[in-house]
């Protein structure tokens, strides 16, 4: 063939040698990130297109939370390298409430040496329902509940590893802090807020107990679990955390690998799956992404390989989902492309 059609086979060497020149450097210097200017301008965009969107309200069954000022909004891009693109109230530490979810299922994972383990454990399944409800927790199986809602949240935090209640949250503490490569602390008040108000997450571990579903002490369970949900972040940090993710498990500023490379594609199913609760299929539907939600205001969205997306306001809707931070991450997919389903565009 090379000597019937010479100049065939050189014109494929070429294009071959052509897409290695072209293909293999991009890949290798993670060129698919879009541009800083592209970046900056989404973020600016977003920032600006929904600043003065007021729907939705503070979530107040927690009553703390209804003291966080609602006109608070931050919008972080933070790239797979570590570069950070923001706007607005990045710096602001509000409490990292559900967004921590995904975060813990991922310690005990990595704890476990076995993603399987969460699913047998716990289960992957999304529920379809509210965040809080005791209905999902109850039909146990065959359809049992995922890390992301109250009940999977609190069994994850019974599983972390430690020889009590405080090493056990001085774990999930300190896997935060190597995520964001950042300190991080309690907001206090809000912890104390929530601990004199959670009893339907005290049913929910009760429930799991006599499911045999809770792996430590159940009332310690809920204890450390509303201490997690009461960690400080910024929505700066939240998006490095989510970043780290983003990066296949490794901190791209510190270059900590906290996150085993193997348990991320894991984590962020789940996260696709059941973030949004009874709202995961049109976030899916809309963004496209994996994320998670909290109803201190934050989101936290992953763009495998590429980035994090933080969107951080207070007024949270009906399913306890942040509405501007949702319209901002949905404006920046968009405008990027970069559904991992496609760009719908
Ligand atoms: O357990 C709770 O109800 C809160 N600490 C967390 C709930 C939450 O963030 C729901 N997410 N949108």
Not at 203 to 231: F, G, K, M
Not at 268 to 297: C, H, Q, R
Request: charged share 15%; proline share 5%; with cysteine.
């Amino acid at each position: 063939m090379t000597t019937r059609y010479p100049q065939v086979a050189s014109r494929r060497i070429a294009a071959l040698v052509l897409a290695l020149f072209i293909l293999v450097p991009a890949a290798a210097s993670g060129q698919a990130i879009p541009s800083a200017q592209v970046l900056n301008r989404v973020v600016q965009e977003a920032h600006a297109k929904f600043r003065n969107v007021s729907d939705g309200a503070n979530a107040d069954y927690i009553p703390e939370l209804a003291k966080v000022p609602s006109e608070l909004f931050g919008v972080v891009i933070v790239t797979a390298r570590g570069e950070t693109y923001a706007a607005g109230d990045v710096d602001y530490a509000f409490t990292i409430q559900s967004v921590s979810k995904p975060f813990t299922a991922a310690l005990v994972m990595q704890q476990q040496g076995s993603a399987a383990a969460v699913a047998e454990k716990i289960g992957v399944e999304p529920t379809g329902l509210p965040f809080n409800s005791i209905m999902a927790t109850q039909i146990l199986k065959p359809v049992s509940v995922n890390p992301l809602v109250n009940s999977g949240a609190i069994a994850a935090v019974s599983l972390v590893k430690a020889a009590g209640q405080e090493e056990r949250f001085q774990a999930i503490l300190d896997f935060y802090q190597r995520l964001a490569g950042d300190k991080l602390t309690v907001i206090e008040d809000v912890y104390r807020s929530e601990a004199a108000t959670n009893q339907r997450n005290r049913a929910h571990s009760y429930i799991l107990a006599v499911n045999d579903r809770i792996y430590s002490d159940p009332l310690e369970a809920v204890d450390v679990y509303t201490r997690q949900c009461s960690i400080g972040v910024t929505a700066r940090q939240l998006a490095m955390m989510g970043a780290t993710l983003a990066n296949a498990g490794a901190n791209p500023v510190s270059g900590e690998r906290v996150l085993e490379t193997r348990y991320v594609p894991k984590v962020l199913a789940i996260m696709m799956m059941a973030g949004f609760y009874n709202e995961s299929g049109m976030w899916a539907y809309t963004a496209g992404l994996p994320a998670k939600t909290g109803v201190g205001g934050g989101i936290v969205a992953v763009v495998p390989g590429k980035m994090a997306i933080v969107g951080f306001s207070p007024r949270v809707n009906e399913a306890g989902n942040s509405v501007r931070a949702m319209k901002a991450i949905e404006y920046i997919s968009d405008q990027l492309g970069v559904g991992v389903f496609g760009s719908g565009r």
